[in-house]
Structures are given as structure tokens and as C-alpha cells.
């Protein structure tokens, strides 16, 4: 569990260097969505270095996967997009907590009616609550 945690922990520190650097990416050359390219083409050289000396597993059951498994892509695409556009702007801490903000909410649906596989949390009053102080909390820093 704590070796979770600490993978989770440092992805989560991961997101807003993401976002400060690609976004420093895009304003400094005037194209985020190029900024992204090169942001994804990083990413996947780094994937398949890492799905090849883990001896490649899965490849061949990829045909028969349900086909909105792969909007996943989708998905990270529209968020380096939006943040790479976003941060210089709007800040990077401003955009991330916002970020953050989504994820809570998603994260709280998708564990309560346990979609796509995931293990079911029921969103009861005290996890309610914390999701609550974490979005007021996120709230807060803003304010200030």
C-alpha cells in the first residue's frame, strides 16, 4: 500500500511540472498544440522503451478490448492540450487546482457507481465531506 502511495505521490507531483514546462514549452515557441506533439512523442518513446523490457504483454489482446477503452488517449490529449493553452495565461497553479477539482468529482462518481472496473466506494457522508474540504480547500488557495 505505501508503495502505491508513493508511485501515486510522486505522479501527483509529476502533473504540475507537466503543466509548468509545457506550458513554458508553448508560450515560448507560440504553439501548444506543437508544444504537446513533442510532449507526447517524449512520452511515447518512453512507453514503448518501457513495454518492451517488460516483454511487450498485452499486445495481441489489444484488438479485443471494448473500443471506448481508447478514448483514454482522448482524454490526456485534451488535458496537455488545455493546460499547455491555459497555464500561461490563467497560471499553472490555477489551472491545476482547478484540474485537481475535476478529478475529485470524476474520481468520487467513477468509485461510487465503480465504473469501468473499478473497485466500488460508495460515496458516503464522510467521504462526501472530504471531498468537500479538499474542493474548499482548493478554493481557498486561490483566493488568496
Avoid: C
Wanted: hydrophobic share 65%.
Amino acid at each position: 500500500m505505501y508503495f502505491h502511495a508513493a508511485i501515486m505521490l510522486a505522479a501527483g507531483i509529476g502533473v504540475p511540472l507537466l503543466a509548468a514546462l509545457n506550458a513554458r514549452l508553448g508560450a515560448n515557441i507560440g504553439a501548444p498544440a506543437t508544444a504537446a506533439v513533442v510532449l507526447f512523442s517524449v512520452a511515447l518513446v518512453v512507453a514503448a522503451v518501457t513495454m518492451v523490457l517488460t516483454g511487450a504483454k498485452g499486445v495481441p489482446a489489444l484488438a479485443t478490448q471494448p473500443k471506448h477503452l481508447f478514448l483514454a488517449g482522448l482524454l490526456v490529449a485534451f488535458y496537455v492540450i488545455s493546460i499547455t493553452y491555459v497555464a500561461p495565461s490563467f497560471g499553472v497553479g490555477n489551472a491545476v487546482f482547478f484540474v485537481l477539482l475535476g478529478q475529485l468529482i470524476s474520481a468520487a462518481a467513477i468509485d461510487h457507481f465503480g465504473l469501468f472496473g473499478a473497485r466500488p466506494a460508495p460515496l458516503e457522508a464522510t467521504r462526501a465531506l472530504g471531498i468537500a474540504l479538499m474542493g474548499l480547500g482548493v478554493f481557498l488557495t486561490q483566493r488568496a
